[in-house]
């Protein structure tokens, strides 16, 4: 730390008591000066040679025949005072970067100038900071901070401006010319022999140095450093976050302690809210996260808000499932969350929409080599995001089936070749809602598509006695299908009529093409529970068997063994599938086929049979 030695005499003041200080020596004091609580016996001569205001002071005590005088409002107090006294006289003061600010205050207070006495106070006191202080980083700071509590003195003689250029000069230097002392504890350096080694100064070296001003101080110093333009948004960004893990207890964890300083806390996040860099990517989506659980915490402005969000849509692609976890102190995630959630999704749609609706493609182009248009990889990425949240979410029993629905369909459109996440999280809300009615167990099944399901999938599904029937029978042609497609086919072939006919709605995609059905369509009827697991047993025959015909001797092409799969999963399915299932199924509809008793009978035979007349006339029921 810098300092400057003023006087050379020794210090004879002295105290009698807490609220008197006088000078010892031979000739007795002729003056007392209140300063606040403090009197002071000094004597006219040394102060009136360098002191402007109290010669004037002085001279209207002696009209009034009184030898005290006031000096309340004097910035500093007795302690500032007391150092003005002190050069007055000749003796020995230091001051540093902690006392130089009211010193000045205080002379400037006295009017201390060059006019009454060469080499005064003010002036020594402007040599000192100009070619010690403001050339020391942490020194400015120091003095930065002190600058507050002299408001507004320090506004009026632009130490603060003085300070803020200082700083801000410093940070925006060429890192190759630092070489001042700076705090930089976020990174350890690295060791060799258990010797640091020594490291290039990093760009963001000034950061954690000023997280220790307020966040008035703050706001304007990173202001300032911005107006330089040689700082680059993500380095004010990595400030902005340090400054909110050091000032905002909780940040880190993403949950606001309540019991501190609402209003102070609140202060900080909406001024860094403010204080975010324009560019795209400057800071993380986490980051931006963690400001919009403070921001809901601390119930900061509705602004504040919609600009937070704002931010987060245009990166939500980034963001984690822990993320999106918005916690309460006692670390339960709260039901709110979720409202967020689809507020972020929102914005990220609207976004979206908003900056690929441009009619010049040369325009667009621009745009999107700025980094301000989603490309459909983003799509995916928010898509997986939410089925991952969808799923953290359903562990809680108190979530409503309609707000998981509205969320997952808002991301139903973002094509994605698997739909195994939105799977896990149907499974975790069945598995944690086993309450829920048929109605609201068709609707949620209704968002998966069982074509994008992968193989494992696929065999949790069948196994899976929280799905309903219809689902199952899906996953199960489905799987089957795929099993007899050609390796190196990029697409699943479309189904025959033979096994469309026995699918829900005649569809083995996605059941949201079903509207129409009613409840009992979707139950897992009991009965059918044996049947089902028979024809698991017959299928997984089955790809044993094709897998032979496909690599035999015989020379059978995929196409036949195909055809033959198909055949025999739909004579299986009707001849395991019991009349009593089928009756309930088909209830209702007020069509009858014109062979039923055949089509419904357990014999095997009959069941061959119809499937080799295959009449065109028969009509069909959509489950």
Same mark, same amino acid.
Request: proline share 4%; aromatic share 8%.
């Given at each position: 730390?810098?300092?400057?030695?003023?006087?050379?005499?020794?210090?004879?003041?002295?105290?009698?008591?807490?609220?008197? /200080?006088?000078?010892?020596?031979?000739?007795?004091?002729?003056?007392?000066?209140?300063?606040?609580?403090?009197?002071?016996?000094?004597?006219?001569?040394?102060?009136?040679?360098?002191?402007?205001?109290?010669?004037?002071?002085?001279?209207?005590?002696?009209?009034?025949?009184?030898?005290?005088?006031?000096?309340?409002?004097?910035?500093?107090?007795?302690?500032?005072?007391?150092?003005?006294?002190?050069? =007055?006289?000749?003796?020995?003061?230091?001051?540093?970067?902690?006392?130089?600010?009211?010193?000045?205050?205080?002379?400037?207070?006295?009017?201390?100038?060059?006019?009454?006495?060469?080499?005064?106070?003010?002036?020594?006191?402007?040599?000192?900071?100009?070619?010690?202080?403001?050339?020391?980083?942490?020194?400015?700071?120091?003095?930065?901070?002190?600058?507050?509590?002299?408001?507004?003195?320090?506004?009026?003689?632009?130490?603060?401006?003085?300070?803020?250029?200082?700083? #801000?000069?410093?940070?925006?230097?060429?890192?190759?010319?630092?070489?001042?002392?700076?705090?930089?504890?976020?990174?350890?350096?690295?060791?060799?022999?258990?010797?640091?080694?020594?490291?290039?100064?990093?760009?963001?070296?000034?950061?954690?140095?000023?997280?220790?001003?307020?966040?008035?101080?703050?706001?304007?110093?990173?202001?300032?450093?911005?107006?330089?333009?040689?700082?680059?948004?993500?380095?004010?960004?990595?400030?902005?976050?340090?400054?909110?893990?050091?000032?905002?207890?909780?940040?880190?964890?993403?949950?606001?302690?309540?019991?501190?300083?609402?209003?102070?806390?609140?202060?900080?996040?909406?001024?860094?809210?403010?204080?975010?860099?324009?560019?795209?990517?400057?800071?993380?989506?986490?980051?931006?996260?963690?400001?919009?659980?403070?921001?809901?915490?601390?119930?900061?402005?509705?602004?504040?808000?919609?600009?937070?969000?704002?931010?987060?849509?245009?990166?939500?692609?980034?963001?984690?499932?822990?993320?999106?976890?918005?916690?309460?102190?006692?670390?339960?995630?709260?039901?709110?969350?979720?409202?967020?959630?689809?507020?972020?999704?929102?914005?990220?749609?609207?976004?979206?929409?908003?900056?690929?609706?441009?009619?010049?493609?040369?325009?667009?182009?621009?745009?999107?080599?700025?980094?301000?248009?989603?490309? #459909?990889?983003?799509?995916?990425?928010?898509?997986?995001?939410?089925?991952?949240?969808?799923?953290?979410?359903?562990?809680?029993?108190?979530?409503?089936?309609?707000?998981?629905?509205?969320?997952?369909?808002?991301?139903?459109?973002?094509?994605?070749?698997?739909?195994?996440?939105?799977?896990?999280?149907?499974?975790?809300?069945?598995?944690?809602?086993?309450?829920?009615?048929?109605?609201?167990?068709?609707?949620?099944?209704?968002?998966?598509?069982?074509?994008?399901?992968?193989?494992?999938? =696929?065999?949790?599904?069948?196994?899976?006695?929280?799905?309903?029937?219809?689902?199952?029978?899906?996953?199960?042609?489905?799987?089957?299908?795929?099993?007899?497609?050609?390796?190196?086919?990029?697409?699943?072939?479309?189904?025959?009529?033979?096994?469309? #006919? %026995?699918?829900?709605?005649?569809?083995?995609?996605?059941?949201?093409?079903?509207?129409?059905?009613?409840?009992?369509?979707?139950?897992?009827?009991?009965?059918?529970?044996?049947?089902?697991?028979?024809?698991?047993?017959?299928?997984?025959?089955? /790809?044993?068997?094709?897998?032979?015909?496909?690599?035999?001797?015989?020379?059978?092409?995929?196409?036949?063994?195909?055809?033959?799969?198909?055949?025999?999963?739909?004579?299986?399915?009707?001849?395991?599938?019991?009349?009593?299932?089928?009756?309930? %199924?088909?209830?209702?509809?007020?069509?009858? =086929?014109?062979?039923?008793?055949?089509?419904?009978?357990?014999?095997? #035979?009959?069941?061959?049979?119809?499937?080799?007349?295959?009449?065109?006339?028969?009509?069909?029921?959509?489950?």
């Amino acid at each position: 730390m810098k300092f400057m030695k003023l006087g050379s005499k020794p210090d004879s003041f002295q105290s009698d008591g807490d609220n008197v /200080r006088y000078v010892a020596t031979e000739l007795a004091t002729d003056v007392v000066i209140n300063v606040g609580d403090v009197k002071f016996h000094l004597h006219k001569y040394p102060l009136l040679s360098k002191s402007v205001r109290l010669q004037k002071l002085v001279a209207v005590s002696n009209e009034e025949n009184n030898d005290e005088i006031f000096l309340y409002d004097i910035p500093g107090g007795p302690a500032a005072f007391e150092i003005c006294a002190k050069f =007055c006289y000749g003796m020995t003061v230091i001051l540093n970067a902690y006392n130089v600010v009211a010193a000045r205050c205080a002379a400037e207070y006295l009017e201390m100038y060059e006019t009454i006495d060469k080499g005064n106070l003010i002036y020594k006191i402007e040599v000192f900071l100009n070619s010690s202080i403001f050339r020391s980083w942490k020194d400015s700071i120091i003095v930065l901070q002190t600058t507050k509590t002299f408001l507004p003195w320090t506004e009026e003689l632009k130490v603060v401006s003085h300070c803020l250029d200082s700083i #801000a000069c410093k940070a925006s230097i060429d890192t190759s010319k630092v070489e001042w002392s700076y705090t930089y504890n976020r990174r350890n350096l690295p060791t060799e022999n258990g010797v640091r080694k020594q490291q290039s100064v990093p760009k963001d070296w000034w950061v954690e140095d000023l997280c220790e001003l307020q966040i008035d101080l703050y706001k304007r110093i990173i202001t300032t450093i911005r107006t330089k333009g040689k700082i680059s948004g993500d380095v004010i960004g990595e400030a902005l976050k340090a400054y909110a893990l050091r000032r905002l207890p909780g940040f880190s964890k993403g949950i606001m302690i309540q019991n501190g300083d609402v209003v102070k806390n609140r202060s900080v996040v909406e001024t860094l809210i403010w204080l975010l860099p324009t560019e795209k990517g400057s800071v993380s989506c986490s980051f931006l996260l963690g400001l919009l659980h403070a921001v809901t915490a601390l119930q900061c402005g509705e602004m504040e808000r919609k600009e937070v969000i704002r931010r987060i849509g245009q990166q939500l692609e980034e963001a984690t499932v822990a993320d999106l976890c918005f916690h309460t102190p006692g670390g339960e995630t709260t039901m709110y969350g979720i409202d967020i959630v689809k507020n972020l999704v929102e914005e990220f749609i609207k976004q979206e929409k908003s900056l690929t609706d441009f009619h010049d493609p040369n325009e667009f182009q621009a745009i999107q080599s700025l980094g301000f248009v989603s490309d #459909a990889s983003s799509k995916v990425k928010v898509a997986k995001l939410i089925d991952g949240y969808l799923a953290g979410i359903s562990r809680d029993p108190n979530l409503p089936l309609s707000k998981f629905v509205e969320l997952a369909q808002m991301v139903s459109d973002f094509s994605r070749l698997s739909h195994d996440g939105l799977y896990r999280a149907i499974d975790m809300f069945l598995k944690e809602h086993p309450g829920i009615s048929k109605s609201e167990r068709k609707r949620i099944c209704r968002l998966m598509d069982c074509k994008k399901l992968s193989v494992e999938a =696929c065999k949790h599904a069948v196994q899976n006695e929280r799905l309903p029937l219809r689902v199952v029978v899906q996953v199960l042609f489905f799987e089957q299908v795929r099993a007899t497609t050609p390796s190196g086919s990029s697409s699943t072939p479309d189904l025959p009529g033979s096994i469309t #006919a %026995l699918l829900p709605g005649g569809s083995y995609g996605s059941s949201r093409s079903t509207t129409t059905n009613t409840e009992e369509d979707w139950d897992v009827v009991p009965t059918a529970q044996q049947a089902l697991k028979a024809l698991k047993g017959e299928l997984a025959t089955l /790809r044993l068997r094709d897998g032979g015909v496909g690599g035999g001797s015989d020379g059978y092409s995929d196409a036949s063994a195909k055809t033959n799969a198909e055949k025999l999963v739909s004579n299986k399915l009707r001849g395991l599938i019991s009349s009593k299932v089928f009756s309930k %199924l088909w209830s209702g509809q007020g069509r009858h =086929c014109e062979n039923s008793s055949s089509e419904t009978s357990d014999s095997p #035979a009959s069941t061959n049979a119809e499937e080799t007349k295959s009449t065109p006339s028969r009509s069909r029921r959509h489950f």
